[in-house]
């Protein structure tokens, strides 16, 4: 299996839908977190869960909602999107500080999201 | 605050050529950790290299090399005799340090640069 899988690689789904983007690592990683990738702007970190406790959320609509029941699976639960939220969206993990320093980060293949 | 700038936003080469992709940052912090990724079609971002701020060595990784410059803040990365296979996204990024209590990673990434390599 792939360190970080994410489902659906690809969802489209309209303003009133409520849906979910599930990740799951298996690296036995510590920290998990949401990325958002659109056409426009740079790789924008949202959400940050360190040993399932939520430590960052940079200023994202309630509309978006993260749930990390354990280190290994991080969801993202979607409700009443508007069409400027259609990006992609990368999930990662890394193990946090080590001996050495930050570690890096690995990535799934980010869910391509359409809102209609 | 902490930023990262890739200012090519799009490079093109032919097959063989050497190619740098830029990347300057700005940081406050004394320890920070710089990052190499490479996006490729299929969406997910790949590890090429991490840097802490204490070590200045450059470092050569077969056909890839970087070139970190603390004093002009620069992170550059080169591609020696280039492959269609290189043809990507590349990003640059920086974290901060964290504490010693087990942290996290919080990337700040540029802008990227697309690299198309031709045959």
């Known amino acids: 299996e792939t360190g970080v899988t994410q489902t659906p690689r690809h969802l489209v789904m309209g303003m009133t839908n409520k849906k979910s983007l599930k990740c799951e690592q298996h690296?036995?990683?510590?920290?998990m977190y949401w990325y958002k990738q659109s056409a426009k702007k740079p790789l924008e970190l949202m959400f940050v869960?360190?040993?399932?406790?939520?430590?960052e959320n940079n200023s994202v609509p309630s509309r978006f909602s993260p749930e990390c029941p354990n280190s290994s699976h991080l969801f993202l639960h979607l409700h009443t999107l508007q069409p400027e939220d259609s990006a992609l969206y990368l999930c990662?993990?890394?193990?946090?500080?080590?001996?050495?320093?930050?570690?890096?980060?690995?990535f799934g293949q980010g869910t391509r999201l359409t809102v209609v | 605050a902490q930023k990262v700038t890739q200012a090519q936003t799009e490079i093109s080469v032919v097959e063989k050529e050497d190619v740098t992709l830029d990347c300057v940052y700005e940081?406050?912090?004394?320890?920070?950790?710089l990052f190499w990724y490479k996006q490729p079609p299929s969406g997910e971002l790949v590890f090429l290299i991490r840097?802490?701020?204490?070590?200045?060595q450059n470092e050569i990784s077969g056909r890839y090399s970087w070139n970190f410059q603390k004093s002009t803040s620069s992170f550059n990365f080169t591609i020696t005799a280039s492959q269609v296979v290189d043809s990507a996204v590349y990003f640059c990024?920086?974290?901060?340090?964290?504490?010693?209590?087990?942290?996290?990673?919080?990337?700040?990434f540029g802008a990227g640069t697309r690299l198309a390599v031709h045959p």
């Open positions: 990662a993990s890394s193990q946090g500080f080590s001996g050495t320093g930050n570690t890096e980060a690995f």
């Open positions: 690296l036995g990683h510590n920290a």
């Open positions: 869960y360190n040993f399932k406790e939520q430590t």
């Open positions: 940081t406050r912090d004394t320890t920070y950790y």
């Open positions: 840097r802490n701020s204490f070590d200045e």
């Open positions: 990024a920086l974290s901060e340090a964290r504490g010693f209590s087990g942290g996290y990673n919080k990337l700040i």
